[in-house]
């Protein structure tokens, strides 16, 4: 996949991480664990910026999936976002987190309708889904604003550091999305 720049407005940009964002993602990464760790599994194994390097680099190297992106705000690193991609299915399932200094700004909802339009207009997609724990009010809050329909629940269906949790799984199809941006 190719990198991506995007301005959102309001000093807020998406890019592609390079290997030279490694320092700085990490440092945020390392500030926020206590947010990070009820919900991302990746978190405990994520202990010196050679970490996020690799990450970074196994993003780099996938031709289909479009992880490892940072948001900058007034250029200051604010959080991550991703959209992991299934060619044969049409569909992408999208993944974020956002530092505290930056959360309640509607940053990662912004972020989120920029990834949508790329996946519908410009991968061809279908279906974006967005899944969250069933505790994890704030991602839940994201799917609902954008107008994504709670489809179901895995029970068990995820694995965090704090352990098990209910899934919840979240969709919309690209002609719902269509009919919302208008």
């Known amino acids: 996949m190719n990198p991506i720049y995007w301005e959102l407005g309001d000093g807020i940009a998406v890019r592609t991480y390079t290997p030279d964002d490694a320092e700085e993602a990490f440092a945020l990464v390392d500030a926020n664990r206590d947010r990070l760790h009820p919900w991302m599994i990746w978190e405990p194994q994520t202990r010196v910026p050679a970490d996020t390097k690799a990450f970074i680099e196994r993003c780099l190297a996938s031709e289909t999936d479009l992880e490892g992106n940072g948001i900058w705000v007034d250029g200051r690193l604010a959080g991550s976002m991703g959209l992991r991609v299934d ?86 199809l690209e002609d719902e999305w269509r009919a919302r941006s208008r």
Not at 112 to 135: M, N, Q, S
Not at 154 to 165: D, I, M, Q, W, Y
């Open 87 to 172: 060619v044969s299915d049409a569909g992408a399932e999208i993944g974020y987190w956002i530092g505290r200094d930056f959360e309640g700004r509607g940053i990662i909802t912004r972020a989120c309708r920029r990834f949508f339009d790329f996946a519908f207009d410009e991968l061809g997609l279908h279906r974006v889904e967005l899944c969250a724990a069933d505790t994890n009010l704030r991602s839940r809050a994201v799917a609902e604003r954008l107008g994504m329909r709670q489809e179901g629940v895995l029970r068990g269906g995820v694995r965090t550091p704090e352990g098990f949790f209910d899934l919840v799984i979240y969709g919309i």
